[in-house]
């Protein structure tokens, strides 16, 4: 292999060797990521809304599914594509019903004519996107704090250890749901409508990466702020594939969408699985995170 999957803990002063349990940062990354949180907030749509579950419901069993893909990727002794993206795609759909259903409740405001509920079970909190999403970003401040205070670094590329690990995927799990309130809010409430709110994060991604070009921006910095931004795309993007040609989209639909999605999601993680098996890691693609 061009480069070695083992890295020395220097977190524990041990120097033994463990395995890399995450993956390299290149562009097939957030290639990956944009498809992975797209298909996260159509597939989230599929089973609460066109399946007709309900917000609660939804959440409790993607929640569970969360769990279940988790406890496969912690207890790998190496990185495995398959699973490290399963567990993405599992934060994406279950952040989507837990955005919807911390944001929404049962009034006309977030009901489609001839709707009488958002599905089955308890209807939503009602909380509206602002107030949601503070919730949201005092959590994930929380988990940094916390994070920081570990000692443990930052950077994905070299986080070897369960405790660093568990601090990455309980980001994952609130970022994702922060970004799905986020996209809501640039979809349904900032009048931009979801290509509007699309463009703008993606504009916001290219000053992100104009940015790693500045030394004194720490790189590790945009990589978490871009984590965050890509959600709200793949939010903005999914609604616009889903949503009514009224309201300003495609209206391909929660299953076509989401199988075309899922289809294309796999094959870059196949890809990716194959390459991680030959050692190929592209040297000019990483995107370094280090400060």
């Not at 709707?115 to 401040?141: D, F, H, K, R, V």
């Amino acid at each position: 292999m061009e480069k070695s999957e083992f890295l020395t803990d220097l977190n524990t002063g041990t120097g033994h060797s463990v395995m890399k349990k995450l993956p390299e940062v290149t562009l097939a990354f957030w290639i990956m990521k944009i498809a992975a949180t797209t298909l996260g907030e159509t597939a989230g749509d599929l089973f609460a809304q066109t399946l007709k579950l309900g917000y609660f419901l939804t959440t409790v069993a993607l929640f569970l599914i969360f769990v279940v893909t988790l406890v496969v990727q912690l207890r790998s002794t190496h990185y495995n594509p398959y699973f490290y993206w399963t567990v993405i795609l599992s934060t994406s759909m279950a952040g989507t019903t837990m955005s919807d259903f911390m944001n929404r409740d049962a009034s006309s405001r977030y009901l489609s004519g001839g709707t009488t509920s958002l599905g089955w079970g308890p209807q939503g909190l009602g909380l509206g996107y602002p107030t949601g999403a503070a919730i949201l970003i005092s959590l994930l401040i929380a988990i940094f704090v916390i994070w920081k205070f570990t000692g443990l670094t930052f950077s994905i590329r070299d986080i070897v250890t369960f405790r660093g690990e568990a601090l990455f995927w309980s980001a994952i799990l609130v970022s994702n749901t922060l970004g799905t309130s986020m996209g809501d809010f640039l979809s349904d409430s900032s009048g931009l409508g979801y290509a509007g709110g699309a463009l703008l994060v993606t504009g916001l991604l290219a000053v992100l990466l104009a940015l790693m070009r500045v030394p004194v921006v720490p790189n590790v910095l945009l990589f978490w702020i871009a984590f965050v931004l890509t959600r709200p795309l793949g939010a903005t993007v999914g609604d616009f594939l889903t949503k009514p040609v009224a309201k300003g989209g495609l209206d391909l639909g929660t299953a076509g969408s989401s199988v075309a999605l899922l289809a294309l999601l796999f094959a870059l993680v196949a890809r990716a699985h194959v390459r991680e098996r030959r050692g190929v890691v592209p040297r000019n693609e990483v995107l370094a995170e280090n400060s």
